[in-house]
């Protein structure tokens, strides 16, 4: 009984972040889609070349978030036949992490590189500090709190 129980366990831990990468996987695929299209409109050539480096660096953060957050699915497509679910649920946690930390960077990365073009310097370091600090908060110390209070 207790093999089956902790079948179960993984079945249910597997189905969980599978529904969660849908939600994350729609994001970061507009986001994607969206820093894909900018250097074919006709600004984009008139910003900076240091503000190029940051469009790639944020280009680069929003692929590798895409990737990662789609890694699940490739890994179980690849070794569903080998009955490896411990192995694939602690693959896709690990990798859904990565995934979102790289999501994290790429939307802060995207909001300062939009408000350094339409506002003030200044003003964009706030706002993509400001947002950093959010997600540091929501997505790391509030669980990290609650794990340590069990």
């Known amino acids: 009984m207790a093999a089956s129980s902790q079948q179960g ?10 529904q969660e990468l849908r939600v994350a996987q729609t994001g970061v695929q507009i986001l994607t889609g969206f820093l894909l299209t900018l250097p074919f409109t006709p600004r984009f050539e008139d910003l900076e070349e240091s503000r190029h ?18 890694t699940p699915v490739a890994l179980h497509r690849a070794l569903f036949h080998r009955h490896a679910r411990p192995w ?23 909001v300062w590189l939009i408000l350094d073009v339409v506002a003030t310097g ?4 706030l706002v993509a500090a400001l947002i950093a600090l959010f997600v540091l908060v929501t997505w790391v110390l509030v669980p990290a709190r609650e794990v340590k209070m069990d």
């Open 9 to 18: 366990k993984l079945d249910r831990n597997w189905q969980e972040l599978l």
């Open 88 to 110: 694939l649920v602690e693959a896709a946690h690990q990798s859904s992490r990565w995934g979102l930390g790289t999501l994290a960077l790429a939307n802060v990365g995207a």
């Open 53 to 70: 480096a940051v469009y790639a660096a944020v280009l680069c953060c929003a692929v590798a978030a895409t990737f990662l957050l789609m």
């Open 122 to 125: 200044w003003v964009a370091w």
